[in-house]
């Protein structure tokens, strides 16, 4: 079974009309933003597996629909079997996602952040796992300090903390490393490695071209919503010659065409 199962998603996001458009307007309905275009993909148990591609590609639209924050408007996704849409809970109870955005409640701490995650999973007592991630992570000495008094590193750490708790076997990451220090990123790709190497699936997206190339053992880049190339990321350096991954990327960006997923 998949750890992740994409079959002919597509996502077309309805046309923002103002109220006075709505109303008044006699011409026929715009149309609306097609964000993904019929992406199929399948990611096994235990991959680390990256989603790359500029600005605008689709990459967070694909990961709002696996993690049943947005509806595909074609297709069908799963994670771990579990239907993203049909089988929400099972789905998102297998998922951790680190998100892109700053999101947290300021009037927490770091440690209370983390038990009320995992209290929306249901679990208690659950501090043991909560102490490693913070140990893995650089924050014990943060625990008990509010989220608002935070760096923004410190913030997005926390993040990925959350996206844990629940030790999901699938955990998606969406661009953790924008505007993080080195030694986060360290720590961060140590400790995620260590969770692919004890059996996590792990799905990134990433404008650090680098830190796919060392991670990812698969890459898809994604451009305008289309899936243009797949492959190990060994096999698309060597399909265009080179031993750099952004040399890779910004060939297939300009001559990339629509494969086969
Ligand atoms: N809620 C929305 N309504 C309308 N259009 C949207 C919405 N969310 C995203 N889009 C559009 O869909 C396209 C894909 O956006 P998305 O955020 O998925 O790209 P991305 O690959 O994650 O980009 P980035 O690397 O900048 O994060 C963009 O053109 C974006 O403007």
């Given at each position: 079974m998949s750890a992740v199962k994409i079959e002919n998603i597509s996502k077309i996001y309805a046309p923002t009309l103002s109220l006075r458009q709505r109303l008044f307007s006699g011409s026929p309905a715009r149309q609306g933003f097609q964000a993904l275009n019929d992406i199929s993909l399948n990611i096994e148990p235990?991959?680390?597996?990256?989603?790359?591609?500029?600005?605008?590609?689709?990459?967070?639209?694909?990961?709002?629909?696996?993690?049943?924050?947005?509806?595909?408007?074609?297709?069908?996704?799963?994670?771990?079997?579990?239907?993203?849409?049909?089988?929400?809970?099972?789905?998102?109870?297998?998922?951790?996602?680190?998100?892109?955005?700053?999101?947290?409640?300021?009037?927490?701490?770091?440690?209370?952040?983390?038990?009320?995650?995992?209290?929306?999973?249901?679990?208690?007592?659950?501090?043991?796992?909560?102490?490693?991630?913070?140990?893995?992570?650089?924050?014990?000495?943060?625990?008990?300090?509010?989220?608002?008094?935070?760096?923004?590193?410190?913030k997005r750490r926390v993040l990925v903390a959350q996206a844990l708790v629940h030790r999901p076997p699938v955990i998606i990451l969406d661009e953790p490393t924008a505007g993080v220090d080195v030694d986060l990123r360290r720590s961060l790709w140590d400790f995620i490695s260590r969770l692919n190497k004890e059996g996590h699936t792990i799905l990134l997206t990433t404008h650090y071209l680098e830190e796919a190339q060392t991670l990812c053992g698969r890459i898809a880049f994604l451009r305008k919503g289309k899936v243009i190339a797949l492959d190990t990321t060994q096999a698309l350096m060597a399909q265009f010659g080179s031993d750099d991954l952004e040399e890779t990327f910004v060939q297939i960006m300009h001559t990339g065409s629509e494969q086969a997923a």
């Open positions: 235990g991959e680390f597996f990256g989603l790359l591609g500029p600005n605008g590609a689709g990459k967070t639209s694909l990961i709002s629909i696996l993690a049943g924050l947005s509806r595909p408007s074609n297709g069908r996704a799963s994670i771990c079997g579990y239907d993203v849409v049909a089988d929400y809970k099972n789905a998102r109870r297998s998922l951790g996602v680190v998100p892109q955005e700053l999101v947290y409640d300021p009037f927490f701490t770091v440690r209370e952040t983390l038990r009320n995650q995992s209290g929306y999973y249901g679990l208690r007592n659950n501090d043991d796992w909560i102490d490693e991630i913070l140990l893995n992570l650089g924050l014990s000495d943060k625990a008990d300090t509010n989220m608002r008094a935070l760096s923004g590193g410190m």
